[in-house]
């Protein structure tokens, strides 16, 4: 299984980069994900949805649509797009140190 440093720590991730155990990720960890994502400073806003993916993970298993993130996250599905313009709930499920969401590509 490959892995990934963050923050000085290896974890392991699936071939698409994604954490495979989310218990590993750290906060400092998902500033470094972003950066090499494109997508530095994380603001408040960035926050918001990145904790949304990490709670809905713990809840249900998977990270949420784009869909459920704009209807239920309190972050519009244009303002996601511009937060996250690569892919919201696929680039947020990275950040957020949770495997890709059901129904990514």
Same mark, same amino acid.
Do not use: N
């Given at each position: $299984?490959p892995t #990934? +440093?963050y =923050?000085? @720590?290896p974890?392991?991730?699936d071939?698409d &980069? *994604? *954490? @495979? =155990?989310?218990?590993?990720? +750290?906060e400092p $960890?998902?500033?470094?994900i #972003?950066?090499?994502?494109?997508?530095?400073?994380? @603001? =408040?806003?960035?926050?918001?949805?990145?904790?949304f $993916?990490?709670?809905?993970?713990? #809840?249900?298993? +998977?990270?949420? +649509?784009?869909?459920?993130? &704009? /209807?239920?996250?309190?972050v519009?599905?244009k303002?996601?797009?511009?937060?996250f313009?690569? &892919?919201?709930? /696929? @680039?947020?499920?990275?950040? #957020?140190?949770?495997?890709?969401?059901? &129904?990514?590509?």
């Amino acid at each position: $299984m490959p892995t #990934a +440093t963050y =923050d000085g @720590t290896p974890v392991p991730v699936d071939d698409d &980069g *994604f *954490f @495979t =155990d989310p218990g590993r990720w +750290t906060e400092p $960890m998902a500033e470094q994900i #972003a950066r090499e994502a494109g997508i530095a400073p994380l @603001t =408040d806003r960035h926050w918001t949805v990145i904790r949304f $993916m990490r709670a809905r993970y713990a #809840a249900d298993g +998977t990270g949420p +649509t784009v869909r459920v993130l &704009g /209807k239920s996250s309190g972050v519009s599905v244009k303002e996601l797009y511009q937060l996250f313009p690569k &892919g919201p709930a /696929k @680039t947020a499920a990275k950040i #957020a140190g949770i495997p890709k969401p059901r &129904g990514c590509v």
